[in-house]
């Protein structure tokens, strides 16, 4: 059914609202519109005058800029001071923060008072080589770069997918330190065999840290392990060495270049940061004390623990075992237990022969120690007064000719 459009009304009907209205009414309708009906209560509204608009016209033009409350100024102020209460609550509790390592701290520095670390080095000294335990490693002695250097054969680094499974590297490990840590012999840069079997390491165990501790004239032709400048790549059997990344130190700090590994016919690479240590000599400790710490702590820290670190060093068992000494003892002292040094290197040395291999590699572990303490609790003057009487006695076990001593420089 269709719906039909109303009518237009005409507008000359009654109720056109434009139809002249009387008077009376006119003013009826006057009243009720300013006094409004009874029933509901309208307030009246006010018109300002003439002299009161010219005058606020006045206030106005000269009043141009927008004032702010009382309460707001108040307002902003104090979130400011409360801003500064919070800052200064801050730096309090930084000062009165404690050190997880410093009562452990305060029993080791009180201990090497009375050390003597001679004695405590010739005892390591005495531990003998079990022979019977290197069958594996004198199959092998082609691939060894020293014959004083040997590996066990039941905790050795086992290469994968290669001609031969030997590499000299040892599996470390120490009771209650977390990270899993490779101690390798770098390889012998002219056998592209052994090139391959050290990447094909690293490849397998799927490492992202990987620490080498040469001196470049122990190196020798270090591009014949890994490209030195970004974009170059090594090819080893069949095995890809790609260098994407390289960051040269001036300083004493560790050079970085960050390499990926990709075997032939394999589409998934492993991507590899190499910090190269070349202010280290052999037989001696590092030319810096915030190298080692900074690579120790970072070691420590165990940010990957499904993957091994690596640590090698030409014969690979002196210095990077002695880097693996200082991760433990940071490793302990931030537990809150007392770092036992000679104990620790024990440790290691009964799985890797030779681990710490120098009288000064194992007074630099006490020195380096000393420095990370010294900066922790820099406001206990007992034990700055106790480390400034060690080191000074210390400087005098070995002569200047063997070891260099550690500057404080960062």
């Not at 974009?231 to 960050?258: P, Q, S, W």
């Not at 492993?270 to 910090?275: A, Q």
Request: charged share 30%.
């Amino acid at each position: 059914m269709a719906i039909k459009p109303q009518a237009k009304k005409s507008p000359n009907t009654k109720t056109n609202n434009n139809k002249r209205r009387e008077p009376d009414q006119r003013v009826s309708e006057e009243k009720t519109a300013i006094n409004g009906p009874k029933s509901k209560a309208m307030p009246a509204k006010k018109f300002a005058s003439k002299i009161s608009i010219s005058t606020d016209k006045k206030k106005s033009s000269t009043e141009l800029k927008p004032k702010k409350s009382h309460s707001t100024m108040k307002t902003a102020y104090e979130s400011d001071t409360f801003e500064e209460k919070n800052k200064d609550k801050e730096k309090e509790k930084k000062k009165k923060e404690k050190w997880s390592g410093e009562e452990a701290a305060g029993k080791f520095v009180k201990s090497i008072e009375s050390v003597n670390l001679k004695e405590e080095y010739d005892e390591i000294q005495k531990m003998s080589v079990q022979a019977e335990r290197c069958k594996i490693w004198q199959a092998h002695s082609s691939r060894n770069r020293n014959p004083d250097y040997k590996c066990y054969d039941d905790n050795r680094v086992i290469v994968q997918m290669c001609k031969s499974d030997y590499i000299n590297g040892t599996k470390i490990n120490v009771p209650n330190f977390a990270p899993l840590v490779y101690l390798l012999q770098l390889p012998k840069m002219e056998t592209a065999d052994a090139v391959e079997e050290f990447w094909r390491v690293i490849f397998h165990e799927q490492c992202q840290s990987l620490h080498i501790i040469a001196r470049p004239d122990e190196m020798q032709s270090p591009e014949k392990l890994f490209a030195q400048e970004p974009g170059g790549y090594l090819y080893a059997n069949g095995f890809f060495i790609n260098t994407r990344k390289v960051e040269k130190k001036d300083t004493a700090k560790a050079d970085l270049y960050v390499v990926e590994l990709l075997p032939e016919g394999c589409s998934n690479s492993v991507m590899c940061s190499v910090y190269v240590h070349t202010h280290w000599r052999q037989f001696a400790g590092p030319d810096r004390f915030s190298p080692p710490l900074k690579a120790a702590q970072q070691i420590a820290k165990n940010e990957n623990p499904n993957s091994p670190t690596i640590i090698a060093s030409t014969n690979g068992a002196g210095r990077n075992a002695a880097l693996l000494s200082l991760a433990v003892i940071i490793d302990q002292l931030a537990k809150g237990k007392e770092p036992k040094i000679q104990d620790i290197v024990r440790t290691i040395r009964e799985q890797r022969p030779q681990s710490v291999d120098s009288f000064p590699q194992y007074l630099n572990l006490y020195l380096t120690t000393n420095h990370l303490i010294k900066s922790k609790v820099p406001g206990n003057d007992d034990i700055q007064k106790k480390l400034k009487h060690f080191n000074e006695k210390a400087a005098h076990f070995v002569p200047s000719s063997t070891m260099k001593q550690p500057t404080e420089e960062s």
